[in-house]
């Protein structure tokens, strides 16, 4: 795992969006995967700025959600695939066929797990999952003590992240859904690369637990410490508890350039 300690969240979007753009050289039609809230929102308006300006081309793309809420009606602006559709599918210009997300509103929710699921492995696996982390450690819904194994499945939400998530639903939790359909930490841990981007001092406790911590099912991020190639790009308030901070920060200043992250 490597941690990255930037200046902002603006420094971490920047540094995360040319990843993704020297991944998109490599490989231009690059599945990435792309969580939702307001963290990540610093990469996408990097990537779609480079998309503009011409310094790389992601019309190949495809994008593909970690989550998404259950029973929300069709259209729902607050559903993921709405918002992702919003942020990043629309402002990239790329066309329907190369987005895929689960289908919170199916009739069969069980089944449509297991059919996301098999759809991300038929389209040959993600490139590059983002994450984001919640104030209790859990990546995706996978809420603590979710089974670091766990494919594709449906979750119920902790009362902690439906006020967490209140936010964008009025400040009214009796909006927020008490289900979810998410990507399971064994379905995460499939993607070549997980890149985790958290930023404020109220992360800090559980960055430290995901990266210095041990590995726990209490502590969903930190299976992260599995994957051979993890990335945790952090602001100073994020970093705020890690023992290793020093270190984190002497290791990256002297990576070698070819390296990338």
Known sequence: MEVVIVKDAEAGGDLIAGAIADLLVRKPDALLGVATGSTPLPIYDALI??????????SRARICQLDEYVGLPAGHPESYRATVLRQVV??????????????????????????????????GGVDLQILGIGTDGHIG???P?????????????????????????????EQVPHHV???GIGTI???RHLVLLATGEGKAEAVAQTVEGPVASLVPASAL?????????????????????????????????????
Request: charged residues 25%; proline residues 4%; negative net charge.
């Open 49 to 58: 700025a480079k998309a503009r300006a011409g310094s790389v081309d992601a």
């Open 90 to 123: 629309e402002p990239l210009g790329l066309p329907a066929e190369q987005f895929m997300g689960p289908d919170g509103s199916a009739a069969d929710v069980q089944a449509a797990c297991v059919a996301y699921d098999r759809a991300l492995a038929e389209a």
């Open 141 to 143: 819904f996978n809420e």
């Open 145 to 173: 003590c979710s089974s670091l194994a766990s494919r594709t499945r449906i979750k119920t939400l902790t009362e902690q992240t439906r006020i967490d998530n209140a936010r964008f639903f009025d400040d009214d939790i």
């Open 181 to 183: 359909i998410t990507q």
């Open 189 to 191: 841990l499939d993607a």
């Open 225 to 261: 410490q599995l994957h051979p190639h993890a990335t945790v790009v952090v602001d100073e308030g994020a970093a705020s508890k890690l023992k290793l901070a020093d270190y984190f920060r002497h290791a990256f200043d002297n990576k070698p350039s070819w390296q990338g992250i």
